[in-house]
């Protein structure tokens, strides 16, 4: 079964940025799509952003033009790429790949 490793969250002010990473231990993680999600304190998890395994994405309407999905093949790894961060990203981030998901990783955005 392919297992999901998160990383790249922290603490980053109003406006910056952060890229996430979630490499999987599996290449046959190259032919699937892989969905990021997060979930706040007190919230449900809400999708963010899907790629599938050609590369095409969707992103939820609260971070188009924000975040960026991209993925590395030879790397097993995909990216989320987040810039003018609000504190209303601030969340727990998760990646999944069918019904495998990775621990996740925090982002907080504070000033």
């Known amino acids: 079964q392919v297992q999901l490793v998160e990383s790249g969250g922290g603490l980053v002010q109003p406006g910056g940025s952060l890229r996430l990473s979630c490499a999987a231990s599996?290449?046959?993680?190259?032919?699937?799509?892989v969905g990021w999600h997060r979930q706040a304190p007190g919230k449900q998890r809400e999708l963010v952003a899907t790629i599938s395994s050609s590369g095409n994405t969707n992103y939820a309407d609260s971070v188009k033009g924000r975040f960026t999905m991209s993925r590395d093949n030879a790397k097993n790894t995909v990216f989320l790429q987040m810039n003018m961060l609000k504190p209303e990203d601030a969340a727990v981030y998760y990646c999944?790949?069918?019904?495998?998901w990775g621990q996740g990783t925090l982002v907080t955005v504070s000033s």
């Open positions: 999944n790949c069918g019904k495998v």
């Open positions: 599996s290449s046959i993680f190259n032919i699937l799509p």
